[in-house]
């Protein structure tokens, strides 16, 4: 089993930055790839960014250049570095980790959410 610990969310002012954390820890022997999805009110989840062992990333147009994603791959946790957000970012963002466990069967955890407001 595989368990994954989000932190970092909040309330900030159109404009601001917030960083986004995601642990995974439990039965694991690799990861593989990692990233962000996120879920506004009344919408789908979608994808926000990702990024593979190597450091390959892949972001929504929504957040280029505004946004990055990074990884340490030593502490199995990665990053979502926010910036310049907008109100249209407020949604509960959700980690997501795919993998393989001790026993070489696959994984794919999500976290549990954290939510992030922006608004004055």
């Known amino acids: 089993q595989v368990q994954l610990v989000e932190s970092g969310g909040g309330l900030v002012q159109p404009g601001g930055s917030l960083r986004l954390s995601c642990t995974a820890s439990?039965?694991?022997?690799?990861?593989?790839?990692m990233g962000w999805f996120r879920q506004a009110p009344g919408k789908q989840r979608e994808l926000v960014a990702t990024?593979?062992?190597?450091?390959?990333?892949n972001y929504a147009d929504s957040v280029k250049g505004r946004f990055t994603i990074s990884r340490d791959n030593a502490k199995n946790t990665v990053y979502l570095q926010m910036n310049s957000l907008k109100p249209k970012d407020t949604a509960v963002y959700y980690c997501?980790?795919?993998?393989?466990?001790?026993?070489?069967?696959?994984?794919?955890?999500w976290g549990q959410g954290t939510q992030v407001t922006v608004s004055s």
């Open positions: 990024i593979t062992r190597g450091g390959s990333t």
């Open positions: 439990g039965n694991i022997l690799i990861i593989s790839d």
């Open positions: 997501y980790v795919k993998g393989l466990t001790k026993q070489y069967s696959t994984f794919d955890s």
